[in-house]
Antibody, heavy 116, light 108 residues
Framework: EVQLVESGGGLVQPGGSLRLSCSASGFTFSSYAMHWVRQAPGKRLEYVSA????????YYADSVKGRFTISRDNSKNTLYLQMSSLRVEDTAVYYC?????????WGQGTLVTVSS | EIVLTQSPGTLSLSPGERATLSCRASQSVSSSYLAWYHQKPGQAPRLLIY???SRATGIPDRFSGSGSGTDFTLTISRLEPEDFAVYYCQQYGSSPYTFGQGTTLEIK
């Protein structure tokens, strides 16, 4: 069974840091580009960051550039998102997803709340 | 960045009826790189359509997508109870990938 399981979310103060993980199973993780997509409460889905299948290239939305870092470990079938200098507006459910342009597989999401 | 605008915001229909959802782009979506998803409360989105008209694996044929350029449509031929959800379109022809604001399909 194909599974993506996110973890690492929680409550953090503005300016703080958090590291999200996404553990993959049931498919060849190393063959897929991976993305992080977030959804703030009551808002539309928003692309956050992307990484190529071998990790050689990374991309970021302007809203997180310079603050977030995406990485992956294909030997552990795991995707990461290191988030720093967090802002209240980063509060959202964060999803990892496989990308072929479209998002065929999604995790269940992990909630990040940035609040004092 | 390409802005996607979905209409209507809310669609109230009964099971068995036909649903037509619209997604309009602020500029042309190259190669019809447009996808549709639905999302139920507390769940992740689920891919329905990619490439504007190709059904994803396991999606029933009552779901169909059409359109090109700036205007795209998702049609559900006969609504089943499990189809009532929020629907999003997404373009992946231009960076950054963007989503529409969603159409809520509710039971009348």
């Amino acid at each position: 069974e194909v599974q993506l399981v996110e973890s690492g979310g929680g409550l953090v103060q503005p300016g703080g840091s958090l590291r999200l993980s996404c553990s993959a199973s049931g498919f060849t993780f190393s063959s897929y580009a991976m993305h992080w997509v977030r959804q703030a409460p009551g808002k539309r889905l928003e692309y956050v960051s992307a990484i190529t299948s071998n990790g050689g290239s990374t991309y970021y939305a302007d809203s997180v550039k310079g603050r977030f870092t995406i990485s992956r470990d294909n030997s552990k079938n795991t995707l990461y998102l290191q988030m720093s200098s967090l802002r209240v507006e980063d509060t959202a459910v964060y999803y990892c997803a496989t990308s072929s342009g479209w998002y065929a597989r999604w995790g269940q999401g992990t909630l990040v709340t940035v609040s004092s | 960045e390409i802005v996607l605008t979905q209409s209507p915001g809310t669609l109230s229909l009964s099971p068995g009826e036909r649903a037509t959802l619209s997604c309009r782009a602020s500029q042309s979506v190259s190669s019809s790189y447009l996808a549709w998803y639905h999302q139920k409360p507390g769940q992740a989105p689920r891919l329905l359509i990619y490439g504007a008209s190709s059904r994803a694996t396991g999606i029933p044929d009552r779901f169909s997508g059409s359109g090109s350029g700036t205007d795209f449509t998702l049609t559900i031929s006969r609504l089943e109870p499990e189809d009532f959800a929020v629907y999003y379109c997404q373009q992946y022809g231009s960076s950054p990938y963007t989503f529409g604001q969603g159409t809520t399909l509710e039971i009348k």
